[in-house]
Every structure is written in C-alpha cells, then in structure tokens.
C-alpha cells in the first residue's frame, strides 16, 4: 500500500484506513490509495465487508482544493466510487470529524453510512463557487428528496449527525469513542444482510426523488425564494439545474450533467476568486518574523473600556468564549444603557432558538460592570473603545499604565488615530496594539491587529491568536490613518462625492455599485449611517454640510441623497438634486457626457486599487491577499470579485494604470511596476 493508506482484516471485515494530515483532503495520492486499497480488499476473498475510514482528525474533509481547475489526474473519484458500489461486498463509511464536499460525497458512494454524534457532514462547495461535482448532487436528493438536498447544497452547511441521521442522510450513530468497533459490527450485519439480497445502492434509489419529478416550479421558488442571497454568485444557480437534473434524468445523465454544470463553473472567474480566498483566510496569521517559537499570551480575563456601540459588541465576542470581561464606563447610565443592549441582542438570539434562556444568563454573569478602572488591574488585556479623541485616549492610557498589572496588554480599538502616539502616554509601549473592529464588533469577523513600531511579537502574537479564541479572521497592519480597510475603502467614498458632482445622481451611482455587488452603494450607505456623522465640525463647504443645514440627516430624519417612505423605501430626492447641483457648481465641477456602470465602477474602485497598492507598497498590510480579506471581511466586498487586488488582477494592471491617469490620479509606484513587469498583486 502506498504511504497514505493501509489495510488490515479482521475476521470478515476488511478496513481501509486514510491517513493524509492534515484533514484527509482526496487529492491524487490519496485518490490512488482508496484506488489500491478496494481492489487489494475487494480481491481478498476472506473479506466479505469493507469498512473505510480515516486516520487523524477527520473523515476526508473534501477534494484538494488546491487541484480544482489544475489538469486532472487519475484515477477519478469517479472510478473510486465504482468500486464502492461493487455489488460483492458491503461498504460502509465510518465517519468522525468533518466529512465535507468530496469526503461526504464518497460516503454517499458507499452502501451504508455510520458516524460519531460529535460527527458534522456537509456540501461546503458553494463557499469556492462550484458544486458537488462527485455525484454530491445527484446522490444526495435520493437519500434526502429534492427540497433538503436543495437547501443543503446551496448554502453549504454543516450538518450534526443527529440531525444527518433524521434526515436519512446516514444511516447509524456509532458510541463516541467507539466508531471502529460499531462500524465493524454493522459491517458483519450487512455481510449478512447481503448474503441474502444485494444491498441497495444510493444511486438505485427513486422514492426521495419520484416526487419532485416533472415540477419545474419547485426550483422557480426556490430561486425566487433565496434571490437576495444567491445575487451575484453562480454556483447557486447551476446546483439549482444539477439537483433538477437528479430527478429529472437517470443516474448516469445526471452525472453526466453535474459534470459539465461543474466545468462550467471551475473555470469561472468567479469560482477562481472564491478558492483564492478559501487560501487567503487561512494564510493571514502567518507573519514571517513571529516565529511558532513566539507563544501566545494567555487570555483569561479582559477589560473593555467604554458600553458604547463597539465596547458591548467587543464584550460580547469574549463573553461567548466563555472568558470574563469587567466592563467599564464613566456614569451609570451609560453602563446600564450598555449592557442593557448587550442582554437585548442575547434575548433576540435566544427569541429565535439559536440560544437558551440559560444561556444567556451564564453570557451576562461573566460581565462585571464598573465604573472605575482600578478594577482592571488584574486582568490578561485591557480594550479601550472610547470616543475617538486623541487626548482622551492619552488620558486614558496614561492611567492604564499606572493600574494595569506587568505584562497586560493594552489595546485601543481607533479607527483611524495614530496607535504610536497612544502608545508613547505609557511608560511601555511594547505592550501596547490596535485591536481594530469592525461594526456591528459580535458579528463581523475581521479583526484588524494594529503592529505599533514598538509592539513586541509576543502581544503581536497574542492579537493574532484572538482569532480562534473569539472566531474573528485577524489581519494584520501597520500604523497608519485608518489602517488596512478604512484607509482603502475611503477612497471609493472621495471618489463617489466626487463623480456626484459631475453628472451621475446618486442612484446611478449606488446602483453600479450595488450591481457590482456590493450590499449597497455609497450613498444609500451614508444615508444609513446619518450624515450628520461626516457633516458637522467641518469648516469648509462640504456637500454633506449642506445637507446637513437642510436638516436633511438620512434615512433617520427627513432623508439624505434620498427621499425616504415610511417603510424606509428610498426614491430619488429632487431637494437632494438641487443641493448637489448648487455644491457642483460652487465647486466649479466640469459636467461629464453620459457613463456607463462600467466607467463608475472604474471611477470609484481603480482609486482604492491605488490607495490598496501604496498600503502594500508602505509595508502597511503584509501581503495583497491581507487587503483582500480585510475588504470582503470588513466592507462586505464581493467575495466572488476575490477583493480589490485580485479584482485588479483580472482587469489588468496596464488598464488600471491607464484608467488611473486618464482621471488625473498618480498611479503607485508598486501598481506601475507590476503593470509593466506583466506582474500581478495574487497570482
Ligand atoms: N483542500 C486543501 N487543503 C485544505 C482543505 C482542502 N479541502 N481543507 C483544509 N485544507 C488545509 C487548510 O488550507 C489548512 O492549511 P494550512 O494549515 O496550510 O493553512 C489546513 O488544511 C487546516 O485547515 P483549517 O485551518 O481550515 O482547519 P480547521 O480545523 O479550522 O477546519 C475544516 C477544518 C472544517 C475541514 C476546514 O479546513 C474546511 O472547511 N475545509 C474545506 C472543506 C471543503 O470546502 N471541502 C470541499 C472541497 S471541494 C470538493 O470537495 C469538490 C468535490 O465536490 C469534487
Ligand atoms: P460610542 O460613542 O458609541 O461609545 C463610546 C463610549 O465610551 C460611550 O459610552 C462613553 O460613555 C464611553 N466613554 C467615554 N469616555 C470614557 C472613559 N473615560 N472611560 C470609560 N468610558 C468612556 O463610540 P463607538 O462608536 O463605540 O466608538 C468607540 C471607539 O471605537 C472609537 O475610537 C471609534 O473610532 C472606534 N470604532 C468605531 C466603529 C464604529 O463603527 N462605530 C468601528 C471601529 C472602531
């Protein structure tokens, strides 16, 4: 056997073991082993049941990801699953772990399926922007029926064993701890059960899908159903078409189809950028000087400064790892307000069943509230979210350092203030780093870690490890106004008030953007936020500033860009028109002819290309793919553009330089040097 697989009798019962760390992944070595290792078992004639399995964390945990779109090589899994289904000798999938996309897929191949409860089983593919495309989509709606199968595939979860087992998707729960001894049993009971009659196949069975056949209808509402979600991407829709397929034609066609629904997409461009992030998410903690020497400070307890918008959403990330938080704020209305909304946002989780009451109150036990920051002395790291002022924020750190124990860290969660001057108020600036979140601060799972020029690798190291402690993507960045993604995405914003100015209404603005894919435009987005926000404190003239004189203030009083109904429907405002027409004018702003989605799109996105090239080119973000996940993470950039870097990549960095100039804009020196090298930022 080769070095990734091994098999071994007992008694009737043949077992092949995987063994690939680190998740089992089904790339050619492993494909060749499973190969090998049913013939060598199918040939024995001692064995009359094949157990398959695998060693280490998990079942296999898919296809090799890093093979998709790269020549293929054989044998297919194709050909695996040929002999699974062999006729002779029973195969059952003993399943631990996670057992995902291709791994469930050759689960599904065997005769019978039997997992751990602690077992998870899923069609994640979606995520990378194909399908199944191992007979996932034709195998499953026969065990599930079509709707389940529908659900599951497009939106790519995970399901417990438990819940598998209910839905018919495998067939036996094993005793925790005891999945090769009850795989072998029911192996010897299936050899039994064979000997009589053979076992079905999945592939054989018709009663799940018979019912869905000849009604096109369920997939027009179901698309219909799931539009908002599905926008943009491609994969949904030709899942859609292969599970119609699986109740429509025979086996063999359906597969037939599912294969050419897969090439299509594998080779999108859209498929390209979701699997480049799949890598770029996984790659953003390994920073080249930190060693895995540099260890992780242990974090048993914090503090957070401030109950306001970030300080409860920040709290709430610990609070769900189970590690205490003392929370502080400067009166007791304030802290009362604050964790008032921290046990209104539980409640409503708990209200939709995601969580329990019991829940909930074990979450708010671990908050002790306080309105003195000598309490933080003992705690392992102290996050200040107080109003963005810098003498405040001097203030407060020069106390931090008086009370915080040896070795705290102290955090600042600014958005856009310089993390060094922070740092210079205490008397140990080594132990000083931005932990920069994003809004709403439970939800969103960037984490920007802010490197001050004297933090030391072990409280880098710490930030970094926040990640899998409270389930944020950490990213890591340099000191500079507004860090990675505020810094970049600014620009799309300048560029916006810009073009307004010019011609284009916000709406055509907004809606390019949103066509891009984007959740929504920038003006639709400002007037959300408030303008008041942005339009106050500033001395100049400012298109927002008028607006704001008009007690024009957004969606939360009389409308901003847009006029709003009382279902916060938004139509074009013609005071809106006015106010900018005039600001244009003051402004002395040059009318553009008609422009095209296109030409906004470039007008507003090749800028934060530049700005995302000076922020690499600075040594800011470590690597492009950093900018991209802090973009799709924190700004809800369309994933399935890859981000702005690789977005770049597929326009084409010569055209972008020009695109640059011909708007007046200084291209950075790294984009022009890449654009003529022929280089690019990700491949
Ligand atoms: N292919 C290649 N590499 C993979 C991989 C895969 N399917 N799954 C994980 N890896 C790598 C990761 O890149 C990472 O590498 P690194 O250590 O060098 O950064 C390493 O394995 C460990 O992965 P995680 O850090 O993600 O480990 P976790 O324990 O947090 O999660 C997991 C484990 C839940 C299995 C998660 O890795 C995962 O979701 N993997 C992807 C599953 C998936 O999408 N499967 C479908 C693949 S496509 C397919 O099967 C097509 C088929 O239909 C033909
Ligand atoms: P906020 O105004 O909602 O909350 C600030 C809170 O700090 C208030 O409750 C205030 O009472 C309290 N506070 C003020 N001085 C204090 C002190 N000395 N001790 C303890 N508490 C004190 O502000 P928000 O939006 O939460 O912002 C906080 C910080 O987070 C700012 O630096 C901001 O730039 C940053 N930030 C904000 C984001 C956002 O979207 N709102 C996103 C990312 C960062």
Redesign the pocket.
Known sequence: MSSVGSVEVVGQVGILTIDNPPVNALGHAVRAALFDGLKTLIANAQVKGIVLTCADRTFFAGADISELGQPFREPGLNEVFDLLENREKPVVAAIFGTALGGGLETALACHRRIAVPSAKVGLPEVHLGVLPGAGGTQRLPRLVGVEAALDIITSGKSIAAKKALGLGLIDKLAEEGRLREDAIAYCEALIAENATAPLDRVRDRQDKVEAARGKPEIYAEFLKKNARAFRGFKAPFNIVKAVEAAAELDFDAGIKREWELFDELVQSTESAAQRYFFFAERSTTKVPDIGKDVKPLPINSVGV???????GGITMNFLNAGIPVTL???NQA?LDR?IGVIRKNYENTAAKGRMTQEQVEQRMALITPSLS?GDLGEVDLIIE????EMG?KKE?FGELDKIAKKGAILAS????LDLNEIASATSRPEDVIGL????PANIMRLLEVVRGAETRPEVVATGMNLGKIIGKVPVLSGVCPGFIANRVMAVRGYAADQLVLEGPTPQAIDKALYDYGFAMGPFAMIDLVGLDVIGRGSNERTLYGDLVALDRLGQKKNGGFYDYDENRRATPSPVAAKVIADFAAFKGAQTRGDITDEEIVATTLYPVVNEAAKVLEEGIALRASDIDVACILGYNWPVYTGGPMFWADTVGLPKIVEGLKAMGMEPAKLLVEKAQSGGSFTR
């Open positions: 400064l401030g109950a306001g918008t970030m300080g502080v704020e400067t304030a604050g920051k979210a107080v109003f963005e405040l407060i969660n600014t958005s856009f920069h979140f994003f809004s």
